[in-house]
């Protein structure tokens, strides 16, 4: 049974909250997380668009969901959404650990944070105290270090804490929000926001654990997952590797982004693969609240590596790896670790970096342009003074760097637009479209750029039938079976779709998408039905969360739409085209007929209008938003 | 002495003796984790994997299933 929700409004203007409550009924249409975030963007943005994402006018929603808090693993997630300075979009970005489960412990469903203050403060929160201290001492530290200073100021390390940056508090619109100094809400410049606010951080009171409405059937999930773990080899590879045991299948398949996506063959990998990390730095591995999976890599390299500020995941060591050029592990997990400590996002940082050394390589860039920096792919001692520079946002190098790379490519000129692999201004991760190609359309179609986690990946319509990467996506919608890589059709398109509205709904019930999903997951579409009605007594059905996740995907592109974006943002970079040069799919590629096919499709099945990209009437009655447009 | 049978592997040449089953070609291969496997352009349940022999002559296909990360 839904509750109402508890949401805390705090202006730092003038230094005033208040807290409200959203009716059951309304909170069963936008039951937490992305979900939430977006209806209370629009309730106090309301028709005004065009506002500045770093002005205090700009709200700062952290959101969590009923489900929050209840120990199962992979429930404690928590959403950011704001206007993002990185894409001008609906910004959204998702962070595990321990600080959600908590947040929900004092009480709270959403904080929705206005205004500016008018000096450095932070918020804590112990229930129904609700005080902003003066953070003065705490700006301009890195994030460990503020950590510590707020437990001693507060005196009392039980809390968690949710703390910007250098990088935050100096606006690169691609800094991040980090928990625990190694989960970060990494995505869409979220720091940014929290830096323009004067707002360094976000604590809570630790709380005791949510308590579900059905124990005895929360069991049913629970008591036996050591056995539903052993039995998935994903989740054996995961407990095992993180997500860095991914990184040796795609390089062997050459499908590993290289030198800024200008080929998918990385000699290096093995360097900078799972199995090296863990048998050369891995430390330890750690988990997030109530999570048996333990996918979390620590990893200590003394003078280079401190364990505190955890280890680098697939995508860093992919952007500070194989995107620059890089097969030196230490100096990959240095750049972590940096990134880490100054809050900015490792997608993106590695990202700009490698597009910066594509054009250094090209000669769009010399050593005049990158404070005497030598840029070649490769050079990975480069990585810790460039990333002061972003993070301080230092005249030259740094400052341009910090604007993103489609930014940046657009203050260069000279062609250096050509080289970069962005979409809405967001880097993309690393997966490549050619061997992912349902990708394509997600990277192109998503709300808030390119993501990763917005759909399921391709290879489970290769999947045997008599598998569960095969059976669970048949559970929201039946596929085709495609039996190759670099296949771009309609199937793919409804692929895309059908498991983007999943991802959709995990994001706003707040699940972490390792353990929940729609193929290769610890827990299946029917988990999450049973999770909704034995922790809050919610009789759900896999339709209705489809419809959630279908409704806050809507609801961004409604949002989007205000702020001006069109069709013509739904588009690839030139470097998605690239036929694979070398390795053993050379050859693969898709081309622009075939995505342009596929993102028509993706229209027609989400009922928007093909040549606007606009969800039609029927669409927006369908999923009753229409108050949007009211 | 067992000559071997010659199939296809992704378009390779491989050898392997008789009596060899698709589990025990993948572990030859070195592939960890999941595959789908595809023998003469028919997908093989996973089910079959350990069972089903392989024949002289026959192409068969590997693809590895990478998800996300």
């Known amino acids: ?630 | 002495m067992d000559p071997g049978m010659k199939i296809k592997v992704n378009g390779g040449e491989f050898m392997v003796k008789k009596g060899v089953s698709i589990a025990q070609l993948l572990e030859q291969c070195g592939y960890q984790g999941k595959v789908s496997v595809w023998v003469d352009g028919n997908q093989l349940l996973s089910a079959e994997y350990p069972s089903r022999l392989i024949e002289d002559g026959e192409e068969i296909r590997i693809l590895r299933l990478v998800a996300g990360g």
């Not at chain 1, 975030?37 to 629009?42: A, E, R, S, T």
């Not at chain 1, 929290?194 to 929360?218: I, R, W």
């Not at chain 1, 192109?444 to 489970?460: C, I, K, L």
């Open chain 1, 1 to 630: 049974m839904f509750k109402s929700a508890k949401i805390l409004y705090v202006n730092l203007t003038d230094k005033t909250h208040r807290v409200e409550t959203l009716p059951p009924e309304t909170y069963r249409k936008y039951p937490g997380g992305s979900a939430l975030g977006m209806y209370l963007l629009f309730q106090e943005q309301g028709d005004r668009a065009g506002r500045d994402p770093l002005s205090p006018a700009n709200p700062l929603i952290f959101s969590v969901s009923p489900l929050t808090g209840i120990p199962i693993s992979g429930q404690s997630r928590m959403c950011v959404t704001t206007k993002s300075p990185l894409t001008g979009t609906a910004g959204d970005s998702q962070v595990g650990g321990f600080l959600p489960a908590h947040l929900k412990g004092n009480g709270y469903d959403s904080i929705v944070v206005t205004g500016k203050a008018q000096s450095p403060v932070y918020l804590f929160l112990d229930k129904e105290k609700v005080e902003i201290r003066e953070a003065g001492f705490l700006w301009g530290k890195v994030t460990g270090e503020a950590e510590r200073m707020i437990a001693e100021d507060l005196g009392t390390d039980k809390t968690e804490s949710s703390i910007i940056g250098p990088a935050g508090e100096n606006q690169v619109l691609f800094s991040c929000i980090m928990h625990q100094r190694s989960r970060a809400n990494g995505r869409n410049g979220v720091g940014a926001v929290m830096g323009s606010k004067n707002l360094k951080a976000l604590v809570v009171k630790k709380q005791p654990p949510q308590k579900p409405t059905d124990p005895v059937g929360m069991k049913t999930l629970t008591v036996d997952v050591k056995e539903r773990m052993a039995a998935n080899e994903a989740i054996v590879d995961l407990a095992k590797n993180g997500s860095a045991g991914c990184l040796a299948p795609a390089a062997e398949e050459g499908f590993l982004p290289t030198n800024n996506w200008n080929s998918g063959f990385f000699s290096g990998f093995k360097k900078i693969d799972g199995d090296t990390l863990r048998e050369t730095v891995l430390k330890e591995r750690d988990t997030c609240f109530g999570c048996a999976i333990r996918c979390k890599g620590v990893v200590e390299i003394p003078g280079k590596a401190d364990p505190e500020y955890g280890g680098p995941e697939y995508e860093t060591l992919a952007t500070f790896g194989s995107y620059c050029g890089n097969d030196n592990l230490a100096d990959i997990c240095e750049a972590n670790q940096l990134c880490n400590m100054y809050g900015l996002d490792t997608i993106s940082c590695g990202a700009v970096i490698a597009w910066a050394m594509d054009c250094f390589e090209q000669g769009l860039l010399t050593e005049k342009d990158t404070d005497g920096l030598d840029l070649r792919f490769g050079n990975s001692k480069a990585f810790a003074p460039l990333i002061k520079k972003i993070a301080y946002r230092e005249d030259g190098i740094g400052a341009l760097l910090a604007l993103g790379s489609q930014r940046a490519a657009e203050k260069l000129g000279k062609g250096a637009e050509a080289l970069v692999v962005a979409t809405k201004g967001q880097e993309w991760p690393a997966h490549m479209v050619q061997f992912k190609p349902n990708l394509a359309v997600n990277y192109a179609v998503n709300n808030f750029g390119a993501d990763h986690q917005s759909s399921e990946h391709d290879p489970a319509l290769m999947a045997p039938e008599d598998d569960q990467n095969w059976i669970w996506p048949n559970l929201l919608a039946p596929f085709k079976k495609c039996d190759a890589y670099g296949v771009l059709d309609e199937n793919k398109a409804k692929f895309a779709f059908e498991t983007q509205k999943c991802y959709s709904m995990m994001d706003s019930l707040c699940l972490c998408q390792f353990a929940f999903g729609p193929s290769w997951q610890l827990y299946g579409p029917e988990d999450i039905v049973a999770f909704c009605k034995y922790g809050i007594g919610w009789e759900t059905s896999i339709e209705e969360l489809q419809e959630i996740g279908e409704r806050r995907i809507n609801m961004m592109r409604l949002y989007n739409l205000r702020e001006g974006f069109t069709k013509a943002d739904d588009c690839l970079p030139e470097k998605a085209f690239l036929s694979m040069p070398e390795g053993p799919n050379q050859g693969v590629c898709i081309t622009r007929e075939q995505a342009e096919a596929a993102i028509s499709a993706y229209y027609r099945l989400a009922g928007w209008d093909e040549i606007t990209a606009i969800p039609q009437k029927e669409t927006i009655e369908r999923l009753g938003l229409e108050w949007i447009l009211a």
